[in-house]
């Protein structure tokens, strides 16, 4: 199975409209990922915890992927983010994906039952479906959203070694764990991909071997992103920094507000899309956080229209 390319990929949020049954406002979502796909990205992740892949019912989710497939040109990747922890059923999802046209399969380490699972656990759950997978697997590491569960450095050597097991996301600030993998000859030996999943880490992660970043500024900001993976390349070290540090700033206002603030910030920039998310992600969001980021969103902004 052939690596992810490097770089910069963006986790699209999935657009509703504002009608009683919150349905899919597919107009928008190819509107922006127009806007994603023309900026230079090596691709985008759909169906992830950004897209609120819980939310949407399995028929959604891959007409979301059919939708923005038909619509950008075949060396774009497309992420396909897989939901639910029933091996069989994510092996279906996943051939179900291939035939839309998604290159890479996205699953997110399992954590219902935490209490009761150890690694040598998640490690054959991965395997299990990785023997079966007609797509390449990038393991998506969210303790956040899995019970605390985390892969530990063994168990990712371990799980490389499986052909069909070709990279991974940290969504994370696990910092030493992010130095680990991304130093380790043995994960590269394996043809494992290492990709950050804050763009918080982007730059330091770079430093310490990482090659790529999925994270969701870059649905407002996608060619700063990209920047700081050109600066860092050409070895413009001290412009990269400064770049990053900016982004962090920014970043911190999704930490707060999360997928809500993006599609706040979209609304913003692009003047497209509705605000909410569905149930239970239907709330107004806290304009006093935006409010307080603004300045350092804005001066992000005069950069993105520069590049």
């Given at each position: 199975?052939?690596?992810?390319?490097?770089?910069?990929?963006?986790?699209?949020?999935?657009?509703?409209?504002?009608?009683?049954?919150?349905?899919?406002?597919?107009?928008?979502?190819?509107?922006?990922?127009?806007?994603?796909?023309?900026?230079?990205?090596?691709?985008?992740?759909?169906?992830?915890?950004?897209?609120?892949?819980?939310?949407?019912?399995?028929?959604?989710?891959?007409?979301?992927?059919?939708?923005?497939?038909?619509?950008?040109?075949?060396?774009?990747?497309?992420?396909?983010?897989?939901?639910?922890?029933?091996?069989?059923?994510?092996?279906t999802d996943i051939s179900e994906l291939k035939a839309l046209g998604a290159n890479y399969a996205v699953i997110l380490v399992p954590g219902y039952f935490a209490n009761l699972t150890n690694q040598q656990g998640l490690i054959d759950w991965f395997t299990a479906i990785a023997d079966k997978s007609l797509l390449p697997i990038i393991i998506y590491n969210y303790p956040g959203v899995q019970n605390g569960i985390d892969l530990t450095f063994d168990s990712y050597i371990t799980l490389s070694q499986h052909p069909n097991i070709v990279g991974c996301k940290?969504?994370?600030?696990?910092?030493?764990?992010?130095?680990?993998?991304?130093?380790?000859?043995?994960?590269?030996?394996?043809?494992?991909?290492?990709?950050?999943?804050?763009?918080?880490?982007?730059?330091?992660?770079?430093?310490?071997?990482?090659?790529?970043?999925?994270?969701?500024?870059?649905?407002?900001?996608?060619?700063?992103?990209?920047?700081?993976?050109?600066?860092?390349?050409?070895?413009?070290?001290?412009?990269?920094?400064?770049?990053?540090?900016?982004?962090?700033?920014?970043?911190?206002?999704?930490?707060?507000?999360?997928?809500?603030?993006?599609?706040?910030?979209?609304?913003?920039?692009?003047?497209?899309?509705?605000?909410?998310?569905?149930?239970?992600?239907?709330?107004?969001?806290?304009?006093?956080?935006?409010?307080?980021?603004?300045?350092?969103?804005?001066?992000?902004?005069?950069?993105?229209?520069?590049?």
């Amino acid at each position: 199975m052939t690596l992810p390319p490097t770089g910069v990929y963006t986790p699209l949020p999935t657009f509703f409209k504002a009608d009683d049954d919150y349905s899919l406002d597919i107009d928008t979502q190819l509107k922006h990922a127009d806007y994603i796909h023309q900026a230079g990205v090596s691709g985008v992740l759909i169906g992830g915890s950004n897209g609120e892949a819980v939310n949407l019912t399995k028929k959604e989710r891959h007409s979301i992927v059919k939708a923005v497939r038909e619509r950008v040109d075949d060396s774009f990747v497309i992420l396909a983010g897989t939901v639910g922890q029933s091996i069989s059923d994510v092996v279906t999802d996943i051939s179900e994906l291939k035939a839309l046209g998604a290159n890479y399969a996205v699953i997110l380490v399992p954590g219902y039952f935490a209490n009761l699972t150890n690694q040598q656990g998640l490690i054959d759950w991965f395997t299990a479906i990785a023997d079966k997978s007609l797509l390449p697997i990038i393991i998506y590491n969210y303790p956040g959203v899995q019970n605390g569960i985390d892969l530990t450095f063994d168990s990712y050597i371990t799980l490389s070694q499986h052909p069909n097991i070709v990279g991974c996301k940290l969504t994370h600030y696990n910092f030493p764990l992010y130095t680990l993998l991304g130093q380790s000859q043995q994960l590269k030996d394996n043809n494992f991909r290492v990709l950050a999943g804050v763009g918080q880490v982007f730059l330091p992660g770079l430093s310490v071997g990482v090659e790529g970043c999925i994270d969701g500024l870059s649905n407002v900001f996608p060619k700063c992103m990209v920047q700081i993976w050109n600066l860092y390349s050409q070895g413009k070290l001290e412009e990269a920094q400064k770049l990053q540090a900016l982004v962090t700033k920014v970043n911190e206002m999704t930490a707060v507000l999360n997928l809500l603030g993006l599609k706040y910030a979209i609304k913003h920039i692009l003047g497209v899309g509705e605000v909410h998310g569905r149930p239970p992600l239907n709330q107004p969001i806290d304009l006093k956080v935006w409010e307080k980021y603004l300045p350092d969103f804005n001066e992000l902004w005069a950069i993105e229209k520069s590049l």
